[in-house]
C-alpha cells in the first residue's frame, strides 16, 4: 500500500555522505549513490550536490549532479546496493529540479513544554500524502492515532533508518508499540479520497 514519496530536493555535497537530515527516508539510497559516483571515476569534477531523490519500494531513484556539472541517473536500494549509474536525461534534471520543497508535504512535530503528547487537525489534497517527523529514543513507546473528519486514510511510519515500523494501515487501527532506534521517526498519511480531507493526528512518546 506504500505511495511514492515526492522527490526531496537537497543540498547536500557529493563526499559527504553521514550528515544529511536523518527524516529523509531515501538517506541510504542517497549515501549509496554519492558513494557510487565518487568511486566510480565517472564524475567529470570533484564535488557536486544532490539534486532530488524519489522513492518507490523498487529501488529509490537519485539526480545527482556532479563538481563539472554533469548530471547522474542513480537507481539505488535499501540494503546500500546501486543497480544503475548512468547520467541523467534533462527530463530526469527537470523533475528533480522542479519537485517541491520538503515544506510542502513535511512537518516536524513538537510537544508543548511539559507535555508528551499532540493532536494536530490539518487538511490534505485528494489523493494526496503528508509526512509528521518525531523525534524519538530507542525503547519509548510511541502512540500515533488518526481520525479523519470524512472520507479514507491509511499511515505509515518508518524508522530513521527507512525500514517500516508499521506498514499501511487503516484508520481505525491506532499503533502502540515501543521503538528500537533513536532519531526522527516518519510518519505518513495518505488520503484515499477524491475530495480534500480534514484529520486529527494524536501523536504521543513516554
Known amino acids: 500500500m506504500m505511495r511514492n514519496l515526492p522527490a526531496m530536493v537537497c543540498a547536500a555535497v ?3 555522505t553521514a550528515a ?3 527524516s529523509n527516508p531515501n538517506q541510504p539510497a542517497i549515501d549509496a549513490c554519492i558513494d557510487a559516483l ?6 567529470s569534477a570533484p564535488g557536486g550536490t544532490v539534486l532530488g531523490s524519489s522513492f518507490s519500494e523498487a529501488g529509490t531513484q537519485v539526480i545527482l549532479q556532479d563538481g563539472g556539472g554533469a548530471t547522474w541517473n542513480c537507481i539505488a536500494y535499501k540494503d ?8 541523467a536525461t534533462q527530463d530526469m534534471v527537470d523533475a528533480a529540479q522542479s519537485a517541491p520543497s520538503p515544506s510542502d508535504y513535511q512537518e516536524q512535530v513538537h510537544f508543548a513544554s511539559g507535555t508528551s503528547s499532540a493532536t494536530l487537525t490539518r487538511t490534505m489534497e485528494p489523493g494526496g500524502a ?3 517527523v518525531l523525534g524519538a529514543r530507542n525503547e519509548q513507546f510511541l502512540k500515533v492515532m488518526v481520525s479523519p473528519h470524512s472520507g479514507e486514510i491509511y499511515y505509515t511510519i ?27 521517526h516518519i510518519v505518513e498519511v495518505v488520503s ?3 475530495d480534500p480531507i480534514t484529520y486529527d493526528i494524536t501523536f504521543e512518546i513516554n
Open 14 to 16: 557529493l563526499g559527504v
Open 20 to 22: 544529511h537530515a536523518s
Open 38 to 43: 565518487m568511486s566510480s571515476g565517472k564524475a
Open 80 to 87: 546500500g546496493a546501486v543497480g544503475v549509474l548512468e547520467p
Open 130 to 132: 503528508f509526512q509528521f
Open 158 to 184: 518508518r524508522n530513521p533508518d527507512g525500514s517500516m515500523l508499521l506498514d499501511g494501515t487503516d484508520t481505525d487501527t491506532p499503533y502502540e508499540g515501543q521503538l528500537w532506534q533513536s532519531g526522527d
Open 192 to 194: 484515499k479520497s477524491s
